[in-house]
T-cell receptor, first 114, second 113 residues
Framework: GAGVSQSPSNKVTEKGKDVELRCDPI?????LYWYRQSLGQGLEFLIY????????KSGLPSDRFSAERTGGSVSTLTIQRTQQEDSAVYLC????????????FGPGTRLTVL | GESVGLHLPTLSVQEGDNSIINCAYS??????FIWYKQESGKGPQFIID?????DKRQGQRVTVLLNKTVKHLSLQIAATQPGDSAVYFC????????????FGQGTELSVKP
């Protein structure tokens, strides 16, 4: 079966523009996670979904960041008015359920803000 | 604050030798730990996990050891191969935080032929 997929794989945008990043989790996985990885760094938690609801948005860096999930499947992470410090690889992961279950990661979207 | 950190940022080993990658965690309430391997340009790949009610778990060529007394986690790779060259991350999960993972900074493993 297919793994987690993300699109686009690379995105270059100008400062101030909005961007949308997409994640398709593994079919049947109810939990979905977004992480951010800056160059040479570990992964930083952003938000997770259980079904379509997001109980924990504590990791979102600012109100310019938002995410939604529809139909318990695809999720989009939106960054409004992008800044240069938003440049990073955005990784999505899914797991069968929440709470102490292995997460499977997608290949990531590399975002570059000029 | 709470964090998961690695003792060594880089590790260089000879092909065929065993590798040991270490990780320290600070939250004694964490009940789940996981190791990922990340190759350049790719997402993290699951290697092995362990729950806090265990102190050792073995996979294929890999072993994870958990010492809750000193809050230490290690990943052992037997007979290291060039294909094992990558960055290795440990991560911890807390029981009441929806499974979100807190990652360490990573150790880069380099295997010399």
């Amino acid at each position: 079966g297919a793994g987690v997929s993300q699109s686009p794989s690379n995105k270059v945008t100008e400062k101030g523009k909005d961007v949308e990043l997409r994640c398709d989790p593994i079919s049947g996985h109810t939990a979905l996670y977004w992480y951010r990885q800056s160059l040479g760094q570990g992964l930083e938690f952003l938000i997770y979904f259980q079904g379509n609801s997001a109980p924990d948005k504590s990791g979102l860096p600012s109100d310019r960041f938002s995410a939604e999930r529809t139909g318990g499947s695809v999720s989009t992470l939106t960054i409004q008015r992008t800044q240069q410090e938003d440049s990073a690889v955005y990784l999505c992961a899914s797991s069968v359920t929440l709470a102490s279950d292995k997460q499977y990661f997608g290949p990531g979207t590399r975002l570059t803000v000029l | 604050g709470e964090s998961v950190g690695l003792h060594l940022p880089t590790l260089s080993v000879q092909e065929g030798d065993n590798s040991i990658i270490n990780c320290a965690y600070s939250n004694s309430a964490s009940d789940y730990f996981i190791w990922y391997k990340q190759e350049s340009g790719k997402g993290p790949q699951f290697i092995i996990d362990i729950r806090s009610n265990m102190d050792k778990r073995q996979g294929q060529r890999v072993t994870v050891l958990l010492n809750k007394t000193v809050k230490h986690l290690s990943l052992q790779i037997a007979a290291t191969q060039p294909g094992d060259s990558a960055v290795y991350f440990c991560a911890e999960a807390h029981p009441n935080q929806g499974g979100k993972l807190i990652f360490g900074q990573g150790t880069e493993l380099s295997v010399k032929p």
